[in-house]
């Protein structure tokens, strides 16, 4: 009779999979093959009346090209684990995020308005070169200039022409709007984790897509590929939970002039404002 009772409650040969809604479904891909990580969940149904359900997350390994070897799959608790670990590499305290924030709102409005002008210098300059175009090709038309000159002239007005807009280009990140920027990140590494660890789907990935520009899992760790404007924010992240431990108090006067400190972030391309020696 025994026998017969744990025989009963052997596992069932067929396992229905239910596929369920996977919060992180199309931002994270296969490290190897590039295809992206999809979600199951499979349940076990037991003969005396139990189940017991598996989750887990693999690589749908959709690429006819290529035999991808990432047959190992992941747990989606491990994943939330792994995201919540790189996340506290950025989330900086409370004290330095107000002291980042008021560096921001004291910036001199003389360098914003000083940008202004040297924008608005070179906006004229590419008005005036495409005036000097259309008067060259008037010319031509006209006849007053042979083809060998207008080819001639052209090509240098196209030069000037060329190297003023990127200069436009370039200086866009300047300013009002490379205070956004900073601003955004500040904000992004104070409250990211908080937001990530809530119970809103919309908030977990939200923050993993402004984490990451592009999310890999290889051999079931996952690789971070951070935005840019967020690395000084870590490499300053790191240094100030140092000065915190050498000194031994809380986020002072004393840390926040600390001239180590401020070489890392304060001078930094990625969230200054202002360009600085590399």
Known sequence: VQKLIR???????????IPEPFIFRGQINCGECGCKITYAMKTRHYKNGTSQSFEYCYCTNRRKDYNCSQNRS???????TQITAELSKYNIIPEFYEFAMKYLDELNEAEIKEDAE?????????????NDISGLQKMLYSGRCSEDYFDSELKELNDKLSSAELR???????GIELKAIAGKAFTFARYAKERFISDS???KRYVLSTLSENLTILDGII??????????????????????????????SEISDNSELNSVWCTRQDLNLRPSAP
Do not use: M, Q, W
């Open 74 to 80: 992941v747990k989606p608790e491990e994943l939330h």
């Open 201 to 203: 789907v919309e908030n």
């Open 168 to 174: 436009i280009e370039e200086r866009s990140k300047t």
């Open 7 to 17: 025989k009963n409650n052997i596992a069932r040969p067929t396992i229905n999979s």
């Open 118 to 130: 040297i924008s608005k210098s070179l906006e004229d300059a590419v008005e005036s070169i495409k």
């Open 223 to 252: 690789n971070f590929n951070p935005v840019k404007y967020l690395e000084p924010i870590k490499e300053a992240n790191i240094l100030t939970k140092n000065l915190i431990k050498k000194v031994g108090t809380s986020f002072t």
